[in-house]
């Protein structure tokens, strides 16, 4: 079992930056894959990023590709997600999640996972 708490949501302005950040306990972190998600008022839960255990590959949706970049420190139990070139758009609950710790490498979907965070809301205003 895995605990996770996200922070580092906030207000920005259009083009400004955030670093979110999952602060996982419990289970060594290391076992587990990592995804962020994140959900619009109205909205589904869409994937936005994932990285499997070690950290070597860190696919990332259309929509933030090249502004927003997930990593991990397993030293200290944390997941990120680097957010650049913020938009309105991008305004939602972020997520982060863990898949089962069978499973190496992340996934994009949403039923993969069996641990989340409680969220931390980012609004872009323009």
């Known amino acids: 079992q895995v605990q996770l708490v996200e922070s580092g949501g906030g207000l920005v302005q259009a083009g400004g930056s955030l670093r979110l950040s999952c602060a996982a306990s419990?289970?060594?972190?290391?076992?587990?894959?990592m995804g962020w998600f994140r959900q619009a008022p109205g909205k589904e839960r869409d994937f936005v990023a994932t990285i499997n255990r070690s950290g070597g590959f860190t696919p990332t949706a259309d929509s933030v590709k090249g502004r927003f970049t997930i990593s991990r420190d397993n030293a200290k139990n944390t997941v990120y997600l680097q957010m650049n070139s913020l938009k309105p758009e991008d305004t939602a609950v972020y997520y982060c999640?863990?898949?089962?710790?069978?499973?190496?490498?992340?996934?994009?979907?949403?039923?993969?996972?069996?641990?989340w965070g409680q969220g931390t809301q980012v609004t872009v205003s323009s």
């Open positions: 999640a863990a898949r089962p710790s069978i499973y190496s490498s992340g996934s994009s979907n949403l039923s993969d996972y069996e641990y």
């Open positions: 419990g289970r060594t972190f290391s076992f587990y894959a």
